[in-house]
């Protein structure tokens, strides 16, 4: 087992791991200011992709955390690299307003209606999900366009316990349609991978803390680093008993591994 307080960069995931909601998780910001006063570094990398990271810039700074974009990951992120390598006349973007706002960044030629042309399906996190979304999506789905999605993620935690996340619609979308979309964020790899490459710390050097095991803890576990995984969010003791996922390091929140690294 390695060295926590040998760590320099640490990977956070955000819903259920540094806060609920607009309720900030205790030794949050203490456990920020420590990995920069011993000249390490935190990057956010988060599954939903319902935000933008300006939007996530707006959260934490009215929590308290001040951050800026390149502290910042997201699925989408993720997703709109994949896209670079594909070569699509028309994406139909299943989701946000600025899920839909960061694919058209990207340069991608989207729409969010039935139209000649398209050859792909992008769906994320969508909190503003209506019938006729999912109406569409078995249309295009029934016509064999590629089918991509941000995140597996079943749901998203809340201050009164959970929401249907991208991976449960993607379920419903199975269930009608017999088809299953391309991954793109946790558990894959390529988000952990990008930040390392991006700060240039060594694999050695970095962790990974997330409240999921089977995202979170298996995008670690799948990139060869250290993973902690904190009982403050949707995993269970219980879970981790049934999981082929395993962490390095297990705590019940945040102020733990505070504690513990200072201890």
């Known amino acids: 087992m390695s060295d926590l307080k040998q760590k320099k960069l640490y990977l956070l995931d955000m819903d259920g791991t540094l806060y609920i909601d ?4 205790d030794g949050t910001q203490e456990l920020l200011a420590h990995i920069k006063k011993i000249g390490g ?24 955390i001040k951050a800026e974009a390149d502290d910042f990951l997201t699925s ?20 946000t307003a600025s899920f839909k706002e960061q694919l058209a960044a990207g340069g991608y030629p989207i729409t969010d209606r039935l ?9 994320g996190f969508d ?4 019938f006729q979304k999912l109406e569409d999506a078995c249309i295009l789905l029934g016509k064999g366009v590629d089918y ?12 009164y316990g959970y929401v249907p996340d991208c991976g449960s619609v993607s379920e419903m979308l199975f269930r009608a349609t017999g088809r299953r979309p391309i991954f793109i964020g946790k558990p894959q790899p390529e988000m952990a991978l990008l930040a390392i490459k991006e700060t240039g710390y060594a694999a050695e050097e970095t962790v990974l803390i997330g409240d999921r ?3 979170d803890i298996a995008c670690g576990v799948n990139a060869g680093i250290s993973t ?31 504690q513990d690294i200072r201890r």
Do not use: H, R
């Open 22 to 25: 607009n309720q900030l998780f």
């Open 41 to 64: 570094k935190y990057m956010f990398l988060t599954n939903n992709s319902s935000k933008s990271v300006d939007k996530y810039i707006e959260k934490l700074n009215s929590l308290g």
């Open 76 to 95: 989408t992120n993720a997703t709109v690299l994949y896209l670079q390598d594909k070569n699509y006349k028309k994406i139909y973007a299943f989701g």
């Open 115 to 123: 139209e000649e042309g398209i050859d792909c399906l992008c769906m």
């Open 127 to 130: 909190t503003e999900l209506t």
């Open 148 to 159: 991509i999605a941000t995140n597996p993620d079943w749901v998203c935690p809340t201050w």
């Open 213 to 215: 095991l089977y995202t």
């Open 228 to 258: 902690i995984f904190v009982l403050s969010g949707e995993g269970t003791m219980e879970d981790l008993e049934k999981s082929d996922v395993k962490p390095e390091f297990i705590y019940q929140s945040v102020k733990e591994i505070l």
